[in-house]
T-cell receptor, first 114, second 112 residues
Framework: ETGVTQSPTHLIKTRGQQVTLRCSSQSGHNTVSWYQQALGQGPQFIFQYYREEENGRGNFPPRFSGLQFPNYSSELNVNALELDDSALYLC?????????????FGPGTRLTVL | SQQGEEDPQALSIQEGENATMNCSYKTSINNLQWYRQNSGRGLVHLILIRSNEREKHSGRLRVTLDTSKKSSSLLITASRAADTASYFCADISGAGSYQLTFGKGTKLSVIP
């Protein structure tokens, strides 16, 4: 157990809809990152938040957006869902911004877009 | 884009045998990390090796790093059925954002 939780566990949406995924980081962790993992692939970095500000973004369109809250929770929002958005979405928290910091992953949210 | 590429893509061994997985990467790294993922769930951090280190041990795990060949290997000794999982290498990249860039992973099956 990493102490990082995600909700919901599974979600089914239809194309064009909007979705919000939630993550609760370990207490005291100022950094949260979100990753998308398609079937059979490694996780791909979506974006990172540090002390409630976006601190880096991967190659994802603006319809992927996020928020980080002072209580160590965060959200990933995806608008105008596409079939290719079907994936496992993982959040990971770490204590600070450092390249040696361990990132602790949650169990993920499995999103299916029909 | 994928940075590290693991080899082999899949590996099946008997319990008690050793498992070796390799990872190659394209650009220079600060450090390389290995993660395990069970059944498409969350990833668990296994070990981190810095760019100025050549070998690191943690329990039954041994990681090597060859920066001249841009490659790393993960050795699991005396494997157990519970080691069945996918294993990913990842490097920390990005100035200031410290994002993990993962390979596609090696799927390890340990047969009891």
């Amino acid at each position: 157990e990493t102490g990082v939780t995600q909700s919901p566990t599974h979600l089914i949406k239809t194309r064009g809809q909007q979705v919000t995924l939630r993550c609760s980081s370990q207490s005291g962790h100022n950094t949260v990152s979100w990753y998308q993992q398609a079937l059979g692939q490694g996780p791909q970095f979506i974006f990172q938040y540090y002390r409630e500000e976006e601190n880096g973004r991967g190659n994802f369109p603006p319809r992927f957006s996020g928020l980080q809250f002072p209580n160590y929770s965060s959200e990933l929002n995806v608008n105008a869902l596409e079939l290719d958005d079907s994936a496992l979405y993982l959040c990971a928290s770490s204590l600070q911004l450092a390249d040696t910091d361990t990132q602790y992953f949650g169990p993920g949210t499995r999103l299916t877009v029909l | 884009s994928q940075q590290g590429e693991e080899d082999p893509q899949a590996l099946s061994i008997q319990e008690g045998e050793n498992a070796t997985m390799n990872c190659s990467y394209k650009t220079s790294i600060n450090n390389l990390q290995w993660y395990r993922q069970n059944s498409g769930r969350g990833l668990v951090h296994l070990i981190l090796i810095r760019s100025n280190e050549r070998e690191k041990h943690s329990g039954r795990l041994r990681v090597t790093l060859d920066t001249s060949k841009k490659s790393s290997s993960l050795l699991i000794t005396a494997s157990r059925a519970a080691d069945t999982a996918s294993y990913f290498c990842a490097d920390i990249s990005g100035a200031g954002s410290y994002q993990l860039t993962f390979g596609k992973g090696t799927k390890l099956s340990v047969i009891p």
